[in-house]
């Protein structure tokens, strides 16, 4: 069974600062991974997504990565800024040869930018 | 366009009555899925039907149940509310029924009373 981890929790960063945020996944045969942000009691946003022939995947002052042999994916966020506060999820399908649209999430990171 | 619509925004449910939620998909998607987002979890995948085929459950209560319709749109259906289905219930939309980008709608947040 798929289980996906970000650590830690929660992360405060002063503005302007370089940041990574962390996404671990105990199967290492995925289909895809895609980062998503959620604001306060809104839905999902998709930011990145990376198929698994990938290594990395960039979007304005996002760049994420992929390790799938070592079950690892990076969410780099360069020059923060206090618009970035919100709580970002990694997620994974369950279907390794992606089937369906069965994802798997970690419980996410809520990140604020201090101005 | 219109991204992914679901409505009502909020609702509030005594134990034992049944809602219906609805959700629109982004003009052109075929597959739908949903998903219940407990606060501090993540989403937990609850089904996804694609060309109005179930094409995957999960573990979730037979008090649950879903359809697709012709034009693409879903309802999400649970009976005899339990308070521990208080939560974010989310709809995702995408192109194919395969793990391609999904894309989430802002939500139904239902409480139970």
Same mark, same amino acid.
């Given at each position: ?115 | ?63 649950? !149940?879903?359809?697709? #319709?012709?034009?693409?749109? =879903?309802? /999400?259906? $649970? ?19 395969? !793990?391609?980008?999904? #894309?989430?709608?802002?939500? =139904?947040? /239902?409480? $139970?009373?």
């Amino acid at each position: 069974k798929q289980e996906v981890t970000q650590i830690p929790a929660a992360l405060s960063v002063p503005e302007g600062e370089n940041l990574v945020l962390n996404c671990s996944f105990t199967d290492s045969a995925i289909y895809n991974l895609q980062w998503f942000r959620q604001d306060p009691g809104k839905g999902l946003t998709s930011l990145l997504l990376i198929q698994s022939s990938q290594r990395e995947q960039t979007s304005g002052r996002l760049n994420a990565s992929l390790d799938k042999s070592s079950g690892r994916s990076t969410l780099y966020i360069a020059a923060s800024q206090p618009g970035d506060s919100a709580t970002y999820l990694c997620a994974v399908p369950s279907s390794p040869t992606g089937a369906n649209s069965k994802l798997t999430f970690g419980k996410g990171i809520t990140l604020s930018v201090r101005p | 366009d219109a991204g992914v619509t679901q409505s009502p925004t909020h609702l509030i449910k005594t134990r034992g009555q049944q809602v219906t939620l609805r959700c629109s998909p982004i003009s052109g998607h075929k597959s739908v899925s949903w998903y219940q987002q407990v606060l501090g979890q993540g989403p937990q995948f609850i089904f996804q039907y694609y060309e109005k085929e179930e094409r995957g459950r999960g573990n979730f209560p037979d008090r649950f !149940s879903a359809r697709q #319709f012709p034009n693409y749109s =879903s309802e /999400l259906n $649970v009976n005899a509310l339990l308070l521990g289905d208080s939560a974010l219930y989310l709809c995702a939309s995408s192109l194919h029924g395969s !793990s391609g980008e999904l #894309f989430f709608g802002e939500g =139904s947040r /239902l409480t $139970v009373l």
